[in-house]
């Protein structure tokens, strides 16, 4: 890109491919977008409905596709995986051990989902939700870490595990279903308001350090 004259710093065209630079909030552009230099990349997606998290997805876009090139040319990941018509809150980083320490199950950093469900949800299912519900082919409970209220068909849900489908299948096990799902946080990092459906942006440094500082839970 240096070769082609497509690299400036500071409205300067790059030519020598050598030239050393301190990295330290150095700020250059290729063929006139401004790029932050980052060592690694920390990032978060409003995923909309109608991608799916994987390279090869099967029949919608991926979500990949709504990153800039030179954020895939870094190869960077998504944190898990949401369903193709889950929105909200998704993260991305190139960082193998961020990812780690975010979605290792030994962690349990918690996962906050506001669900529209079909159907009323009456208290008896708040209540069966955080005290533990049987998923359909799995054996044990699966324990709601919170369950709050929103209005009749609407709870904010909050989940330590991932596993497939959770929260689909926690509904369905108390004989409801999911009409709409989003993400609304993970750990203590909430989706942020002004973030439209679709956009991605760089996690800030209080961000990145909040997901560190989210406390696994006890039990
Ligand atoms: N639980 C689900 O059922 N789907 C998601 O996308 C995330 C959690």
């Excluded at 990349?41 to 990949?64: I, R």
């Amino acid at each position: 890109m240096i070769d082609n004259g497509r690299v400036a710093i500071a409205g300067e065209e790059i030519a020598d491919p050598g030239r050393q630079f301190d990295p330290a909030g150095l700020v250059f552009s290729v063929d006139g977008t401004d790029w932050v230099y980052q060592e690694k990349a920390y990032l978060m997606l409003n995923k909309p409905a109608g991608y799916e998290c994987s390279h090869q997805p099967k029949h919608h876009a991926s979500v990949y596709a709504l990153l800039p090139p030179p954020l895939n040319g870094r190869q960077v990941q998504s944190l898990g995986r949401l369903d193709e018509d889950t929105t909200g809150l998704l993260l991305f980083s190139d960082d193998g051990q961020f990812i780690h320490r975010i979605i290792s199950g030994k962690r349990k950093v918690a996962k906050t989902y506001r669900v529209t469900a079909k159907h009323p949800l009456p208290d008896t299912a708040i209540t069966a939700l955080l005290s533990g519900v049987e998923l359909a082919d799995e054996p044990g409970l699966v324990v709601a870490a919170g369950c709050e209220r929103v209005d009749e068909k609407t709870i904010l849900l909050t989940v330590t595990e991932g596993r497939y489908h959770q929260v689909k299948r926690m509904i369905a096990a108390v004989g409801n279903r999911v009409d709409a799902l989003q993400r609304v946080a993970i750990g203590r990092l909430p989706l942020p308001e002004d973030l439209p459906e679709g956009k991605w942006r760089w996690l800030s440094a209080g961000e990145y350090a909040s997901l560190l500082a989210t406390e696994p839970n006890p039990a």
